[in-house]
């Protein structure tokens, strides 16, 4: 099915121009929103008879630390869009955090999630959770959920689904859905789409149950080793990349397509060799992440101080993965993910810190409209070029051609039915004449 099956639900046209509707929920200036959650205490911690000191004010968006070697200083605190407390459910976190994203992608505007934080606190439960019970389910299926969901339900528009998957590993990238997972990529800049990952592959998917083999089998090949503070430390930096065409139609029957992106992603948690205890290519690896989260540290400094002429997107391939995310056109929101216990308390505050300094970075969200690139585009022109076809030669292989297109299309089933009736009609004459 790779790039060459389609995902789309056939719609009649809306009375008002959604591309104009979609035109109302353009920001010109809208900042990274900004939440933490903090996890429960886990059984080594409390095993040991560690403490938690963080406290939660879910309902004031507060975060207090006391510091557990100075009792008579006042505990810091931070303020942030959202704040959860230990054991909430997953879907609230979705709720709070993800939402307002894909809408936005739906409409064509570009979106990003992404989670932050020190090793073992919580970031891939965040983003991918366990997928039994359900309830358990992070935000990357959730969103696959939502999306589909939309479609379904939506009358007026086509969509075309696509899926990709890469990890950074030691500042390598690797196509988790690729033959070879280990090759490494390049990133090339394109002078009107930007950014992108040479040789990825695309995988066009039309139901939640695609897309959840996708990012399971990508999961499968990511990075993964036990250190002395979680025993399946994420090794790399992951994104899971869904791309949308959107294709309506305006009063006139003129096609208007849009397309965004939805970057989901699972960041490596930054560590101290000190207390992860790695050595050998362990340690290798954490140096690796923690100068890449630098770098993205670096960058959001230098967008929030109003001072840098330059933002160092360059200095790594996270960073310039995420400049669109970061001081771009994309809708973004991070989920920093703390620790409760007491011996985390430097590594929590460095964390707070650090999101607090993303609240600060504008993004100016925009809607991506009519690309040249678009695939829909291509399959449309492809279908008609195959019709004319048809109505030049005689050979049953354009007829299956078109029919298994247009049952990638989405077409009805009567309509592919008839496409099918047509070439087995055809096939019977062929080989009644030989």
């Not at 002078?191 to 399971?216: A, C, H, R, Y």
């Not at 540290?297 to 669109?324: F, M, W």
């Not at 809607?367 to 678009?374: H, L, Q, S, T, Y």
């Amino acid at each position: 099915r790779q790039a060459r099956a389609g995902a789309e639900a056939q719609r009649t046209p809306p009375t008002t121009s959604p591309v104009a509707m979609a035109s109302k929920r353009q920001h010109v200036n809208e900042s990274v929103r900004v939440a933490v959650r903090c996890r429960p205490l886990n059984t080594k911690e409390l095993d040991e008879g560690y403490e938690r000191i963080v406290e939660v004010d879910m309902n004031r968006g507060e975060i207090r630390v006391p510091n557990p070697n100075n009792p008579n200083e006042a505990p810091k605190s931070f303020h942030f869009d959202v704040v959860f407390e230990p054991g909430v459910p997953q879907q609230l976190v979705y709720d709070k955090t993800t939402v307002q994203i894909v809408e936005g992608c739906l409409e064509g505007i570009n979106g990003t999630i992404f989670a932050y934080g020190q090793t073992g606190t919580g970031k891939t439960f965040t983003m991918s959770g366990a997928p039994n019970p359900p309830e358990l389910r992070g935000i990357i299926p959730l969103s696959f959920q939502h999306i589909f969901n939309h479609i379904s339900a939506t009358k007026d528009m086509q969509f075309m689904v696509r899926a990709s998957f890469i990890e950074i590993y030691n500042e390598n990238i690797h196509d988790l859905l690729g033959e070879d997972p280990k090759k490494k990529l390049d990133l090339k800049r394109h002078p009107q789409t930007g950014i992108f990952v040479k040789d990825l592959s695309m995988w066009i998917v039309k139901d939640v149950s695609e897309i959840d083999d996708l990012m399971n089998k990508g999961n499968k090949n990511r990075a993964v080793a036990a250190t002395a503070m979680n025993p399946g430390s994420s090794r790399s930096h992951s994104i899971f990349t869904v791309t949308l065409e959107i294709n309506t139609k305006d009063v006139k029957g003129a096609d208007h397509i849009r397309t965004s992106k939805l970057n989901l992603v699972d960041l490596a948690g930054s560590e101290r060799a000190a207390k992860t205890g790695c050595v050998g290519d362990r340690f290798k690896e954490g140096c690796a992440i923690n100068l890449s989260l630098g770098a993205l540290g670096n960058v959001i400094g230098a967008l929030v101080d109003g001072k840098s002429k330059h933002i160092p997107y360059r200095n790594s391939k996270l960073t310039q993965l995420l400049e669109d995310s970061l001081g771009g056109t994309a809708q973004t929101a991070m989920i920093a993910n703390v620790g409760p216990a007491r011996y985390n308390y430097e590594e929590t505050i460095s964390t707070l810190r650090y999101a607090s300094r993303a609240k600060n970075i504008k993004n100016k969200p925009k809607i991506n409209e009519d690309p040249k690139d678009a695939l829909i585009r291509e399959f449309q022109l492809e279908i008609e070029q195959l019709k004319k076809e048809l109505a030049m030669y005689d050979g049953s292989a354009v007829y299956l051609e078109v029919a298994q297109m247009g049952k990638a299309m989405g077409l009805d089933s009567a309509t592919v039915e008839s496409f099918k009736m047509v070439s087995e009609e055809k096939i019977k004459r062929i080989e009644g004449r030989r």
